[in-house]
């Protein structure tokens, strides 16, 4: 299984951004789908952003037109650029490898915590 490990997580203020980095223990090349998920305190995981592997992207309705996600297959890693945040944004950010069917085929890492203040 691929392992993954996410970062750029912070605190910052409503209208902020961040961005955050998904590196992967192997080459991503061949993964169909990556995906950044999150989960809020109280609340089950979801996913919020993904690509595939000819560059096509889906967002959830409540991160459309403020997330961008984008991969480098050469560095192995994913990106979630994340703009206008909102408090409601704030959340454990989790990346994964997914396969044709979006079904997770990765390792779960730790997370990087986002945090925004209003």
């Known amino acids: 299984q691929v392992q993954l490990v996410e970062s750029g997580g912070g605190l910052v203020q409503a209208g902020g951004s961040l961005r955050l980095s998904c590196t992967a223990s192997?080459?991503?090349?061949?993964?169909?789908?990556m995906g950044w998920y999150r989960q809020a305190p109280g609340k089950q995981r979801e996913l919020v952003a993904a690509i595939t592997s000819g560059g096509s992207t889906n967002y959830a309705d409540s991160v459309k037109d403020r997330f961008t996600i984008t991969r480098d297959n050469a560095k192995n890693t994913v990106y979630l650029q994340m703009n206008s945040l909102k408090p409601e944004d704030t959340a454990v950010y989790y990346c994964?490898?997914?396969?044709?069917?979006?079904?997770?085929?990765?390792?779960w890492g730790q997370g990087t915590q986002v945090t925004v203040s209003s």
């Open positions: 994964n490898a997914l396969d044709s069917y979006y079904l997770i085929i990765g390792s």
């Open positions: 192997r080459s991503i090349f061949s993964i169909n789908v």
